[in-house]
């Protein structure tokens, strides 16, 4: 998982008459040039204040905050989002994607906190209005994107009961159970109903599993000396002896732990046939190929030195593939007090579910105060329903390889990479689109664009083919030589994509339900690629056809000229 960072602190200014929200674009984001001409394309500034005056009129929250969304949603895109999205000056796109919603919307809800613990704003209740008029559109989003949650009665929980009481006599502080959810394996409950900016669970740093427990222990002297090996490999080391340790302070927490993790390093012969001509399958074994390499390097080196330290019957390749599968399943990354990220494994939160509708959105950071690591809601979660974090922007290639699921629902991130040997073209001041160096595709029912120069394509991509075939062109206009300029674009795409379209070939769906479950997932994943390829076909087809009416329109007016 990653760590996210909360987003940072806006500012408010006061004067006689107004009060003043200001929305500031930091100078330290990645993508502040990109952003702020977006921003500027819009009508607004890197650093935008939004008035508020309640005397304003009847409709002024709904005004205010729609001025403020459209800011918050441009500065929280991520590089996906940024790139997907619609950005003529003329389009009004009010939604990005799931996170970006939620985002943009507890950015919005963290500088009111901040205004109005201050004490300082004469306008208390203006801002008491908009804070409770954001809670209810974080409430109404959250609402329209739940997922349904069905327990599994029948499953023992034994194992997870005792951890949750470990927990507890080590200070964990949880508002979650854990059970286990139809379709998703084991969960996390909420117990009660939690609302934004509520602690789900709460972890001393005594109880999560970092470097530190490495450099207790007895292999530790050993391992420093090794070049070039990592704390995370040590960890991982760690881990597999420390598992069958009657004696470990995590024993309790690694009794929990499944015997298999069922990702996509594990995939057996019959799945990695299944992905033939699919992406995801150079994924994996480029995976595996890194793991063996790593192992090799170690094993059997440590066992025929140290074998008091290092016994062969615990670092066989089979275990050490485990613990690659826990910790990639299963590690955060944790920011501490001292400036450093470390990966870590945390017992109790690693039941968290991902979801591309998160819950919980920024985490990772420990709390000096109270040296401990909080999991805060950023939007509410009813009694009895999962709660879900968000692992990271991963794609579902990604998902598949190190956790071992696909995400529920259209995931943002499911983008193909377009390479192109061509050389870039020279950015065009003022245009954001233009200043991208790589491309990408993804499925084009989740644009909302699909009119003539668009059609659900991104528009960075289609730009970059554009000035490809003809640099000198720099308009979307209906010309004769524009169009036929676009028949060939949309011609390219089409034969790059009927190819990928063969590749993963057809599914037996009647051996599906009978088959193991990495087949399964190997077949779910083959069937996520085709819809997304087919969905960029069909765009191609229906451009063309936009294209060629527009194009015989423009030569009949020739013709009568």
Not at 244 to 273: D, R, V, W
Request: hydrophobic share 35%; with cysteine; proline share 4%.
């Amino acid at each position: 998982m990653e760590i996210d960072n909360p987003p940072s602190s806006d500012k408010a200014k006061e004067t006689d008459d107004n009060f003043a929200i200001v929305l500031e674009l930091s100078e330290d984001d990645p993508h502040f040039d990109k952003k702020k001409k977006l921003l500027q394309n819009k009508g607004f500034n890197p650093k935008e204040q939004v008035y508020l005056k309640s005397s304003s009129g009847p409709d002024w929250i709904s005004t205010t905050l729609k001025v403020m969304l459209q800011i918050a949603r441009l500065i929280q895109l991520d590089e996906v989002e940024l790139y997907f999205g619609e950005d003529d000056a003329c389009s009004s796109v009010e939604y990005y994607s799931p996170r970006n919603e939620v985002e943009a919307l507890n950015s919005i809800l963290s500088l009111l906190d901040i205004s109005l613990s201050s004490g300082l704003c004469m306008q208390m209740n203006v801002l008491q209005e908009l804070r409770e008029a954001i809670i209810g559109m974080i409430r109404d989003f959250g609402e329209k994107n739940s997922v349904k949650t069905t327990i599994l009665e029948n499953h023992s929980c034994d194992k997870e009961e005792c951890l949750l009481q470990w927990g507890e006599n080590n200070g964990i502080r949880t508002r979650l159970q854990i059970a286990y959810v139809e379709g998703a394996g084991r969960g996390t409950i909420a117990r009660e109903n939690l609302n934004v900016g509520d602690i789900a669970v709460e972890i001393p740093v005594s109880t999560v599993i970092s470097e530190e427990l490495i450099r207790e222990s007895n292999m530790f002297h050993i391992l420093e000396n090794i070049d070039g090996i990592s704390s995370e490999t040590m960890l991982l080391l760690w881990s597999m002896k420390e598992r069958h340790n009657c004696n470990s302070k995590f024993k309790i927490y690694f009794n929990t732990l499944p015997e298999e993790f069922n990702t996509g390093l594990s995939f057996g012969i019959q799945a990695i046939m299944a992905l033939d001509g699919a992406t995801l399958l150079d994924e994996i074994v480029q995976a595996k190929q890194h793991l063996q390499t790593q192992y090799d390097s170690l094993f059997p080196t440590l066992c025929n030195d140290h074998p008091d330290i290092f016994p062969r019957e615990v670092y066989t390749w089979e275990q050490f593939l485990w613990a690659c599968e826990l910790w990639y399943s299963n590690s955060m990354q944790v920011m501490f007090p001292d400036g450093k990220l470390r990966t870590c494994l945390i017992p109790i939160a690693g039941f968290l579910n991902h979801s591309i509708y998160p819950h919980i959105l920024h985490y990772g950071k420990v709390d000096p105060a109270t040296n401990s690591l909080k999991f805060c809601l950023s939007r509410p979660c009813s009694e009895g329903e999962q709660c879900f974090l968000s692992y990271g922007n991963f794609s579902s290639s990604h998902l598949l390889t190190f956790y071992g699921f696909l995400p529920q629902g259209d995931n943002p991130y499911d983008v193909i990479p377009m390479d192109f040997e061509a050389e870039q073209e020279d950015c065009t001041e003022g245009n954001p689109r233009l200043d991208w160096t790589t491309h990408m595709v993804r499925g084009t029912w989740l644009s909302n664009n699909h009119n003539i120069f668009y059609y659900g394509l991104p528009a960075p991509l289609l730009d970059y083919l554009r000035r490809a075939k003809n640099p000198m062109l720099q308009t979307k206009s209906l010309l004769q030589s524009n169009l036929e300029n676009e028949m060939e674009v949309l011609g390219d795409l089409l034969s790059t994509f009927d190819g990928m379209m063969e590749n993963p070939g057809e599914t037996d769906l009647n051996d599906r339900e009978n088959a193991s479950w990495d087949v399964r997932l190997a077949e779910e994943f083959k069937d996520q690629q085709r819809r997304i390829v087919s969905s960029i076909l069909t765009s191609c087809h229906k451009g063309l056809r936009l294209v060629e009416n527009e194009l015989r329109k423009c030569m009949n007016e020739d013709n009568r000229g």
